[in-house]
């Protein structure tokens, strides 16, 4: 059976438009890009499940006033732990995952790193296992979008 050239020219290039979006849409997985405007993430990369850093952090957030200063802030927890990503608690994809790593350059086998998001997707603040969350959340209440509540 012969198709006419135009049904077959505008059955590839809509074939080829679908392919295109689907492609942008695996490529982009970045969570983050969920959190814009609405919450402010704090990413936290660890090489291994007994680093320092993840320790000071997960102690801290079953802290009742740590986590209600987390939620008073409308903040979020991501990490990525042995290269495994979760945004609290719940594990990210691996797609997700590598996206988070790649959009803020960071390596899952170290160093240890602490990254505090604003709600505009920027990096405001960055630190290693000797992160203060008490500076943490001082920093939180500079921003225009908290002081203007």
Same mark, same amino acid.
């Given at each position: 059976?012969?198709?006419?050239?135009?049904?077959?020219?505008?059955?590839?290039?809509?074939?080829?438009?679908?392919?295109?979006?689907?492609?942008?849409?695996?490529?982009?997985?970045?969570?983050?890009?969920? #959190?814009?405007?609405? /919450? *402010?993430?704090?990413?936290?990369?660890? %090489? !291994?499940?007994?680093?320092? $850093? +993840?320790?000071?952090?997960?102690?801290?957030?079953?802290?009742?006033?740590?986590?209600?200063?987390?939620?008073?802030?409308?903040?979020?927890?991501?990490?990525?732990? #042995?290269?495994?990503? /979760? *945004?609290?608690?719940?594990?990210?994809? %691996? !797609?997700?995952?590598?996206? $988070? +790593?790649?959009?803020?350059?960071?390596?899952?086998?170290?160093?240890?790193?602490?990254?505090?998001?604003?709600?505009?997707?920027?990096?405001?603040?960055?630190?290693?296992?000797?992160?203060?969350?008490?500076?943490?959340?001082?920093?939180?209440?500079?921003?225009?979008?908290?002081?203007?509540?």
């Amino acid at each position: 059976m012969k198709f006419p050239f135009f049904v077959l020219k505008l059955s590839v290039t809509v074939g080829l438009g679908v392919a295109a979006l689907l492609a942008a849409a695996a490529v982009d997985r970045n969570p983050l890009k969920a #959190e814009h405007w609405k /919450t *402010r993430p704090v990413v936290v990369v660890v %090489p !291994d499940k007994d680093d320092p $850093l +993840l320790a000071r952090i997960n102690t801290a957030i079953e802290e009742t006033a740590t986590r209600e200063a987390f939620i008073d802030r409308e903040m979020v927890l991501y990490t990525v732990v #042995e290269g495994q990503g /979760t *945004r609290d608690k719940r594990a990210l994809a %691996p !797609d997700q995952t590598k996206a $988070l +790593l790649k959009v803020l350059k960071l390596d899952p086998a170290g160093p240890a790193t602490f990254l505090l998001i604003g709600k505009d997707g920027g990096v405001k603040m960055v630190a290693g296992a000797d992160v203060d969350l008490k500076a943490v959340f001082a920093e939180v209440d500079r921003m225009p979008m908290r002081s203007a509540r």
